[in-house]
């Protein structure tokens, strides 16, 4: 079965740098979400989007947006990146907004490193 | 506010043993219960979950855990560990708008 595809896997950038990490839902799945888990930390909720619109927002940075696109593909584009955004940043999808009752699948993740 | 306490950082049990990992929520509703596995460099699979109903809760890989609202726990549990297990657990509490909040997580190490 398709699962939920995350690109790049990895991805180093330099300080103030700008990294844009995407996601792909499982087909069908009209809602994506985005956590973001640090070294030895558990995974925070950033931001979702439910047919193409904001849904819920976290504890996500001024500096980060993202957006969910027609195709309902993701992207969390960041910007000035700092060391402190050295993270795994996972990405889910569910089908439904919140008929979807937590029924997540979670990608492998795309882990940024700021050098 | 909403918490999930995973009083256990690392557990190190021998194959074959049984194994126990803890979970105390803070939530002021009934909740939404989770456990899920991270096997280094992967996603996070989710285990099992709790909404309501039967407070034993089977889930894949012979994985169980028991919903006990006086003690605001969500204990998971398995009879007999495998090498295979060796993961990070994490235990979630879903509160609200289908976000979910984490514990720090539990590193389960598995001696042969």
């Known amino acids: 079965a398709a699962g939920v595809i995350q690109s790049p896997r990895h991805l180093i950038k330099e300080k103030r740098e700008t990294a844009t990490l995407k996601c792909y839902p499982i087909?069908?799945?009209?809602?994506v979400y985005w956590y973001q888990q640090g070294p030895g930390q558990d995974p925070q909720f950033l931001i979702s989007f439910y047919e193409k619109m904001q849904s819920d927002k976290g504890s996500i940075p001024d500096r980060f947006s993202a957006q969910q696109f027609s195709d309902y593909h993701s992207e969390l584009n960041m910007s000035s990146l700092e060391l402190g955004d050295s993270a795994l940043y996972f990405c889910a999808s569910s089908l439904g907004g919140y008929e979807a009752n937590y029924g997540y699948t979670f990608g492998s993740g795309t882990r940024l490193t700021v050098v | 506010a909403q918490s999930v306490t995973q009083p256990d950082i690392h557990i190190t049990v021998s194959e074959g043993a049984s194994l126990e990992l803890r979970c105390n929520y803070s939530y002021g509703a009934t909740p939404y219960l989770f456990w899920y596995v991270q096997s280094p460099g992967q996603g996070l699979q989710l285990l099992l979950k709790y909404f309501s109903g039967d407070t034993l809760v089977q889930g894949i890989k012979g994985f169980e855990a028991e919903f006990k609202r006086s003690q605001s726990s969500f204990n998971l549990r398995k009879p007999s560990v495998h090498w295979s297990d060796a993961a990070e657990y994490f235990c979630a509490v879903g509160v609200g708008g289908n976000k979910l909040v984490f514990g720090a997580g539990t590193i389960l190490r598995v001696k042969s």
């Open positions: 087909p069908r799945h009209d809602t």
